[in-house]
């Protein structure tokens, strides 16, 4: 042990501190214990700055122990933190202490400010967890840059069967749903989500994802439709875009021109699938 972990451990707030990066409940309960025997004040700081460090090491054990019976505030527990820490018994132990399971998220690292519903939308036995116990699937927030409504956030993350239960459930829509599932199926996953919104929702295949929140200076962020968002990358994209095409997508909507921007990304995969569409081997989708 180093000069400088010594004087750390020579006050109760340091020892629950030093516990909490190194991951030992053990310390942390001494740490509480002894700042009790000291005085409230020691007691306040040892508990602020533990679950700090519990909730910063993503630590579920030490974050249970504080929450539950050490009764720590709870004021820095932010739904980006529990999204990491998957425990039922946690978030229970929160809920009861008053933990409000639809405040949105000031520590996630891209500034999403996501309710842990929305972080948690991968897994669906989470999702019905958080609805069973007070989650809300519209808090009215408009913002759908930074608060993107959850129909938006499944299309990205979540699943088709998913989907379409929360729509049943009155979930509000989101702009970009086609657009961000796009963007995601370029991972080479996704694709039954994209042709899901096109096939059944009605999404357009030609709309811009421009609103009033999105195309800000801030966000710097480009005003096109679900093809440009499929050929943002070097690789990958092929089966988004031959689909896109096929549904009516328009590479050169407005201007524009999305073969030549799959050119600059040296994107050979995509550049083959737009020259099939201009040669006429794709043929288009009529709609009814």
């Known amino acids: 042990m180093d000069a400088a972990e010594e004087r750390r451990r020579a006050i109760p707030a340091g020892l629950v501190v030093s516990g909490c990066g190194r991951h030992c409940l053990e310390d942390v309960r001494r740490g509480v214990n002894w700042a009790a025997k000291k005085s409230p004040r020691h007691l306040a700081d040892a508990l602020q700055k533990g679950i700090r460090g519990a909730v910063r090491e993503f630590d579920e054990e030490i974050t249970f122990y504080l929450v539950a019976e050490a009764e720590a505030p709870l004021e820095d ?16 132990a929160l809920i009861k202490r008053g933990w409000n399971i639809n405040q949105r998220s000031t520590r996630e690292p891209q500034n999403k400010r996501y309710r842990l519903i929305d972080f948690v939308c991968n897994r669906e036995d989470l999702v019905d967890w958080l609805l069973d116990h007070g989650a809300t699937l519209d808090d009215g927030e408009k913002d759908t840059y930074f608060t993107p409504p959850i129909l938006q956030v499944v299309a990205e993350n979540g699943s088709v069967d998913l989907y379409k239960r929360l729509q049943k459930l009155g979930a509000p829509h989101g702009p970009r749903e ?3 599932a796009v963007k995601k199926s370029c991972l080479g996953i996704h694709m039954p989500m ?89 043929p288009v989708q009529k709609k009814d």
Not at 77 to 92: A, C
Not at 232 to 243: C, H, I, K, L, W
């Open 77 to 92: 527990v932010d739904p980006w933190h529990l999204s990491f820490m998957k425990s039922l018994r946690l978030w229970e």
């Open 178 to 180: 086609l657009h961000v």
């Open 194 to 282: 994209v042709r899901f919104l096109v096939d059944e929702i009605g999404c357009d295949v030609n709309q811009l994802d421009g609103d009033e929140y999105f195309n800000v200076s801030y966000t710097n962020m480009f005003y096109g439709p679900p093809l440009w968002w499929a050929i943002q990358d070097s690789t990958g994209g092929e089966d988004a875009v031959r689909f896109l095409l096929q549904r009516g997508a328009d590479p050169y909507l407005n201007g524009m021109d999305f073969m030549k921007d799959a050119e600059k990304r040296k994107n050979t995969g995509v550049l083959e699938v737009m020259q099939e569409w201009k040669d006429g081997k794709i």
